[in-house]
Nanobody
């Protein structure tokens, strides 16, 4: 039974936009909305990089590499976490994961992924 559906990934040219969505029908969203929710990405051969975090108080934080270009949002009615990405760059190419964490909420949090991730490819 699929509980997490991640969508919105794809291939775009540099400067393009994508919006990722992570819809959870299980317990992840309800559990981590009381702590910290976010997105991290991982490219082949590279370490995992947290990109955005949404705290329970509504505070949002971003990695310097995406600040001003990415926006994290949530839809509580649909238990969906969203990542809006504009002005994409080739270095944004990675698999993106929605995730939850406890403790201090920022992109460096120890995130637990909810799903299999969605691929984003940005070509020059």
């Amino acid at each position: 039974q699929v509980q997490v559906v991640e969508s919105g990934g794809g291939s775009v040219q540099a400067g393009g936009s994508l919006t990722l969505a992570c819809a959870d029908s299980g317990d992840n969203y309800n559990t981590y909305s009381r702590h910290c929710m976010g997105w991290f990405r991982q490219a082949p051969g590279k370490e995992r990089e947290g990109v955005a975090a949404f705290g329970r108080d509504g505070t949002t934080r971003y990695a310097d590499s995406v600040k001003g270009r990415f926006t994290i949002a949530k839809d509580n009615e649909k238990n969906t976490l969203i990542l809006e990405m504009v002005d994409l760059k080739p270095e944004d190419t990675a698999t993106y994961f929605c995730a939850g964490a406890v403790g201090y909420c920022d992109p460096q949090a120890d995130f637990f992924p909810w799903g299999q991730g969605t691929q984003v490819t940005v070509t020059a």
